[in-house]
């Protein structure tokens, strides 16, 4: 099992969860454009790892360990976005990058950048100086 896949699940569940208290398969099925068969497959996977409390016919939630593993993924999510748009890449382009990219990035790496963009949000003088740079390099 991939672990993009896994962290894709888990993605899923969480943000169901948040909007209407349960992850259903057939929306998980939908979200995914997978079959609601392979869902259920998964599902069943996810639980024996501990990542989510399942059930037939009602759906899914995620554990504890399953909502600790959600946290970690948004904040890399964020971190990364930050990072993207302190650089001056639009919002879009920074989201799909992030959503792209923090499924492989190391703890010790996040830990990094999020100091860098905490530094960075502190020091915007030399922020604008790098945006000014980037916009004139590309004018050329």
């Not at 930050?82 to 792209?100: M, N, P, Q, S």
Request: net charge positive; proline share 1%.
């Amino acid at each position: 099992m991939p672990k993009k896949t896994i962290e894709g699940y888990i993605e899923v569940i969480y943000d169901l969860e948040k909007k209407r208290g349960i992850a259903r398969t057939s929306d998980i099925a939908w979200i995914l454009g997978i079959r609601e068969a392979s869902v259920t497959e998964m599902l069943h996977k996810l639980q024996k790892k501990g990542y989510v409390q399942y059930s037939a016919y009602h759906g899914a939630c995620l554990s504890t360990r399953g909502l600790e593993y959600a946290k970690n993924l948004m904040n890399k999510h964020a971190i990364l976005a930050e990072f993207f748009r302190i650089l001056g890449i639009g919002k879009k382009t920074a989201d799909y990058d992030a959503c792209e990219i923090e499924h492989y990035i190391s703890n010790e790496t996040i830990q990094c950048l999020t100091e860098f963009v905490n530094y960075a949000k502190n020091s915007p003088f030399w922020i604008k100086k790098f945006r000014n740079y980037w916009i004139k390099k590309n004018e050329e």
